[in-house]
């Protein structure tokens, strides 16, 4: 975990507003993540996170406002140029029946071929094998993506992601659908990433005590509002919780590690 | 897929289609040897093969190209609409590529040049009409289809009106309004190969992009897909395909369905191989139904789309209940 007090912004939201028809998911949000750590969104169903994730991927427009990345607005960020930027693994995906690991994981590369044709074959290659060996999928190679189980396709779409060689990763909801051992296996994975490599990474979680453990930094949604923002041990209390998701739940330390008990 | 099965599909349907151009050149009155045609064509001048030439000839290549166009055009707007029930006849951009090429046939005969360019238009429309009516929260398959059929049964009836109301006087237009291939000449042919070629070519470029789109739009879009511009292109190639072999050899319906569904299960979903390879089989197949269509009740015909929708219409209803599995989802 990083120390460092003078914490760069890798994406800074500005007084951003979305609503779906007339239904308003954000209204006027400011926020900043920061870059080199993990930072993990949690809130109840419909506060807006997903929603904000999507906005942060260009795969929703604001309707007001502006979401800045390193500064630049992404609007103004062509979709090729962002991809090499940010990487994400959204929540739900498919793929042809017949499609092989290595080469959906190969699509990461899209981002540096020039219109359609690879740039840099050798480099292409070293990436892909890289992502395959890292999310331990190099034995599943030239297995289909329908042949898998749920935990090794969760692994096989966050390969395609780090194929794309971007700093930043954003995950939504990872561990949702698989068991606890895949669960752990990807959280795992995620603060390898962080902690070995470098990535920046932003996540969505359902689970408190997982994004208590693995993430450096916590935002608390509520009704498109940030309640609290900082280190998952300083504003993860039983208070917050009550705030966040109207439960009262017992919040204990033990061996100095806080938990949560979600029943 | 195995390379192995991928390289023989291939082959084997080439050679089917050899077969089959053979065949289709001996059905009728005249009859010659394979032979006796190799030696007529390239060899000495033979009078069977050269009436054979001036007359079948057109006829078979023109049903080869259209089959391979209208085949292409199903598989890409397949890709486009994430959707294997997807066909140019079905959701009626062939009948809105009829319609316009009926009207500019009758009303300005002397543009008959731009008729591919007119039925164009009306493919575009037809298909736009199509993407808007069907577009709430995202496409759902079984909408476009509805949709596309009730644009589909609107333009067949305009045509139909059209045609009916002016007792049908106009003939130039009567090739397209009943989608027969009959009294063909090499002009027809030079014209619509033009085309043909270059649509597929394009389709070819595009084969990337449309496994690309076979991803959800999100993770696409994630890799730096430009989705909807995208999607904007391969549509306009769709469109131009079934518009073009549409304005020679009027409406084939469920051509676009059958050919890449078989295909699919041949040489499977990546559109590098799935586009050449539905070409091919496209030209077999409505070569092979336009054959038979000249051949079971000679001396009449029954056209090439007859026997596709006789056909084709159980073969749409059985991937409509297996639809629930698999690529449809």
């Not at chain 1, 902690?195 to 453990?213: A, C, K, P, R, W």
């Not at chain 1, 209390?237 to 109207?246: C, F, M, P, R, S």
């Not at chain 2, 078979?60 to 055009?73: E, H, L």
């Amino acid at each position: 975990m990083q120390n460092n007090k003078e914490k760069k912004n890798v994406f800074e939201i500005e007084n951003l507003s979305f609503a779906y028809d007339k239904h308003e998911v954000l209204n006027n949000l400011n926020l900043s993540f920061h870059e080199g750590i993990v930072t993990t969104m949690i809130g109840p169903n419909g506060c807006g996170k997903s929603t904000l994730l999507q906005l942060m991927t260009k795969n929703l427009k604001p309707a007001g406002g502006k979401i800045l990345l390193q500064g630049e607005d992404i609007a103004q960020i062509r979709q090729k140029q962002f991809a090499q930027s940010v990487a994400v693994v959204h929540q739900y995906n498919t793929a042809p029946p017949d499609l092989t690991v290595e080469k959906l994981v190969s699509y990461g590369r899209i981002p540096y071929h020039k219109m359609g044709v690879p740039f840099d074959k050798a480099k292409d290659m070293e990436r892909i094998e890289w992502a395959l060996e890292i999310t331990n999928t190099t034995k599943h190679k030239d297995k289909t993506v329908s042949q898998l189980s749920g935990g090794q396709k969760q692994r096989v779409w966050i390969a395609m992601a780090l194929a794309q060689d971007a700093k930043v990763l954003l995950l939504d909801e990872p561990t949702t659908y698989l068991d606890i051992r895949y669960q752990l296996q990807i959280l795992r994975l995620i603060r390898r990433l962080n902690e070995e490599y470098g990535f920046t990474i932003i996540m969505v979680l359902h689970d408190v005590n997982q994004s208590l453990y693995y993430s450096d930094e916590i935002v608390a949604l509520k009704a498109g509002k940030c309640i609290a923002q900082g280190s998952p041990q300083q504003i993860l209390t039983g208070e917050l919780i009550q705030k966040v998701y109207d439960v009262t739940l017992k919040v204990s330390d033990i061996d100095g590690k806080r938990f949560i008990l979600p029943v | 897929m195995e390379k192995k099965k991928i390289v023989l599909s291939y082959i084997l349907t080439a050679g089917a289609l050899l077969l089959l151009f053979l065949w289709a050149a001996n059905t009728g009155s005249l009859k010659v040897s394979a032979k006796q045609l190799f030696s007529g064509l390239f060899v000495a001048y033979d009078e069977n093969v050269a009436t054979i030439y001036d007359l079948r000839f057109p006829r078979i290549f023109i049903a080869m190209a259209g089959g391979a166009a209208t085949a292409v055009s199903g598989v890409l707007l397949q890709a486009v609409m994430k959707n294997p029930l997807a066909d140019p006849g079905i959701i009626g951009v062939s009948s809105g590529a009829s319609l316009t090429a009926v009207l500019l046939t009758a009303f300005c005969p002397s543009l008959y040049f731009f008729t591919p360019a007119a039925a164009f238009l009306g493919g575009l429309a037809a298909f736009f009409l199509v993407y808007v009516l069907s577009w709430k929260d995202g496409l759902s398959p079984l909408r476009i289809i509805l949709v596309g059929v009730a644009v589909n049964a609107m333009f067949t009836g305009l045509m139909s009106a059209f045609n009916s109301g002016t007792g049908s006087s106009y003939s130039g237009a009567a090739s397209i309004v009943n989608a027969n291939i009959t009294m063909k000449t090499w002009t027809d042919f030079k014209t619509l190969i033009g085309y043909v070629v270059v649509g597929l070519i394009a389709a070819v470029v595009v084969s990337g992009q449309c496994d690309l789109l076979a991803l959800e739009d999100k993770t696409a879009r994630s890799i730096g897909v430009s989705v909807a511009k995208s999607r904007m292109v391969i549509s306009v190639i769709a469109v131009l395909l079934a518009a073009i072999s549409t304005a020679f050899i009027g409406a084939i319906s469920f051509l676009g369905l059958i050919v890449p569904h078989i295909a699919r299960l041949l040489v499977g979903s990546s559109h590098k191989t799935l586009v050449p390879y539905s070409a091919l089989l496209g030209a077999v197949v409505l070569l092979l139904a336009d054959t038979v269509g000249r051949t079971i009740t000679a001396p009449y015909e029954i056209s090439a789309s007859v026997i596709m929708s006789v056909v084709g219409g159980p073969f749409f209803i059985l991937l409509l209940r297996r639809s629930k599995q698999g690529y449809a989802k």
